[in-house]
């Protein structure tokens, strides 16, 4: 195949910056696709060597390499072995040491143990994978990934490509509409989902994955806490690459169990739907879930028809956290509030930012300007664009613009006592006439925080445009050969929904494709404007994070 020629050609490189991403990219995609549609095709042995293939693949390691070194948020965070790949050479090194060592007889590190704070207040596990693991763990993701897209059911949506909180509140909202009649909801969440899962039930779900030696090995290589070695006798470790692909593989099933059955329908562009005879409906996101029926004594039988899915998977029902409740009395669900309100036109179903939600970005707010006390107003708004745009996009899909006024109000008040801590002797005449103006982009409110010195403007929630998200296509996986025009289309819908109108414009001349690795803009990595040589001189482009690293 040409592909893999051109890509082997390119993969024996001693130059970091000399690779060419675009063709190592396409060939592990093409890959990806060609286990996904073998596996569609029930064609199991194909599925095996595609995966054996995928394993041994140096375009494959070099991706990976990328992927945990310069795009991951742990990129800087070592493992045991106190090593990173932080530097180009660095990381050509360690391509050359993999590409000499065999995957299959690989033998992982310990996980070095370290905790993170909750919301309720307790601490969250993690376990941190040394560099060389986390490489080896992306490998086995993407042999493994595609083939289990084909058999993941279409209301799971926690750590899988292409699927978002949207689409799982998406979904809700379709199952909960004014002319639904279901209306009691079963909230549930499993109690240390990722702490307890069952060894063997993982193991026995990839029994025929040509790398089930290795996960057997990752599931049982124990972690170091306080210089001391501890077995792990269950659970997958929340800090590797490959748990949360693991964590998904041991919960699939639950339709099933509670007796969810789909139906083929009959209009042009094909696809499934939930068979009207069914009276519940089902969300899960990672280890939170919602099951919707009709009657509140359905939504009691779930306990009880959710004992065989639990027990052969180790895991139990969180009892501060499963509930039932009307969707009249509402539920919080992936940070948003869904309830039925009374209106003039009858009843009617709102989905709005949760009150956690909003206290966590309140106290977000607050702590910046905690932290950035006496520091410059052109400081200030270069730590509290990224946040505001940040919460602001999460909750523009719902109904928000009272909570958008709510939060600009807020923010504004912090500006005054940070002001006016910035010039104590100065009058409030004289503080107004220097940092607050008109928008740039026009519009009559005037009280716009600037930067006097670049002219950078403080952004508002309330200019964030509320948009509906139209909810991933039932099993719609990216790695559907037969899908190429609907990802595209979706992508670029995506980008424009998230980015500033210049990055927009930017986007479009691009044929939404990064101006360096040619491949698309929206595939997860951070993107940036750069200004790079053109034919006609240095010009703005749009480009990903790790391609200028």
């Known amino acids: 195949m040409n592909t893999s020629l051109r890509a082997s050609a390119h993969v024996s490189h001693k130059d970091w910056y000399s690779i060419d991403w675009s063709i190592i990219q396409k060939y592990v995609t093409k890959l990806r696709q060609r286990i996904y549609r073998a596996e569609q095709q029930n064609q199991q042995r ?11 693949s140096k375009a494959n390691i070099l991706l990976s390499i990328r992927r945990v070194t310069q795009q991951n948020n742990g990129k800087r965070t070592p493992g045991v072995d106190d090593y990173i790949a932080s530097k180009p050479s660095e990381r050509i090194k360690l391509y050359q040491q993999l590409v000499k060592c065999n995957v299959f007889r690989h033998r992982p590190k310990p996980a070095k143990r370290t905790f ?41 949506y926690g750590f899988r490509p292409k699927r978002s909180t949207h689409d799982a509140i998406s979904n809700l909202f379709n199952k909960l509409n004014t002319n639904s009649k279901k209306k009691w909801v079963f909230e549930g969440d499993f109690l240390g989902c990722f702490d307890h899962l069952n060894h063997k039930w993982i193991i026995k779900q990839t029994s025929m994955f040509p790398g089930n030696t290795l996960i057997k090995k990752w599931l049982k290589m124990g972690y170091i ?15 590797g690459i490959v748990s949360p692909l693991l964590a998904n593989i041991a919960l699939c099933g639950m339709e099933e169990e509670i007796g969810i059955v789909y139906k083929k329908t009959y209009k042009s562009n094909g696809g499934y739907k939930i068979d009207p005879k069914c009276k519940v409906g089902r969300v899960l996101y990672a280890d939170d879930f919602v099951i919707v029926t009709e009657t509140k004594e359905q939504a009691k039988s779930m306990y009880q028809n959710l004992i065989p899915y639990l027990q052969k998977r180790g895991i139990k ?25 009374e209106t003039g036109q009858g009843k009617k179903l709102f989905i709005k930012p949760s ?3 909003i206290k966590k970005a309140k106290n977000k707010i607050r702590d910046t300007f905690t932290r950035m006390r006496g520091r410059p ?12 745009r940040g919460y602001g996009q999460y909750w523009k899909h719902v109904v928000s613009k009272k909570t958008f006024s709510y939060m600009d109000h807020y923010v504004f008040s912090k500006l005054i006592k940070h002001l006016k801590q910035l010039h104590p002797k100065k009058s409030w ?35 964030i445009k ?84």
Request: hydrophobic share 35%.
């Open 317 to 341: 029902l969180s009892a501060d956290k499963t509930r039932i409740t009307h969707i009249d009395n509402g539920f919080d669900f992936l940070g948003f509030s869904l309830r039925q309100y």
């Open 225 to 239: 806490e306080q210089d001391m070695l501890r077995a792990t006798t269950e659970g997958t470790p929340q800090g």
């Open 466 to 549: 509320i948009e509906r998200h139209v909810m991933v296509a039932y099993k719609n996986s990216p790695d559907d050969p037969n899908l190429k025009g609907y990802w595209e289309k979706r992508d670029r819908k995506v980008f424009n929904s998230e980015n500033t109108l210049d990055r927009m414009k930017l986007a479009k001349k691009q044929g939404y494709r990064c101006a360096l690795c040619k491949h698309t803009l929206q595939n997860g990595e951070e993107v940036t404007v750069r200004n790079l040589e053109t034919s006609i001189g240095k010009a703005a482009k749009l480009v990903h994070v790790p391609c200028i690293k």
């Open 116 to 156: 993170i704070p909750k919301k309720n207040g307790k601490l969250r596990p993690l376990g941190i994978p040394t560099i060389r693991d986390r490489v080896y763990q992306n490998v086995v993701k993407n042999a493994l990934e595609p083939q289990w897209e084909v058999k993941f059911e279409p209301t799971s």
């Open 46 to 56: 194909k599925v095996r060597k595609l995966q054996r293939l995928l394993l041994r």
């Open 377 to 388: 107003v052109k400081e200030i708004i270069r730590v509290l664009n990224p946040i505001i």
């Open 429 to 463: 005449k004289w503080i107004t006439k220097r940092y607050i103006m008109k928008p740039n982009h026009g519009g009559n409110n005037k009280w716009t925080l600037t930067c006097p010195l670049t002219n950078i403007q403080l952004l508002k929630m309330a200019w």
């Open 355 to 357: 009150k956690d939600s």
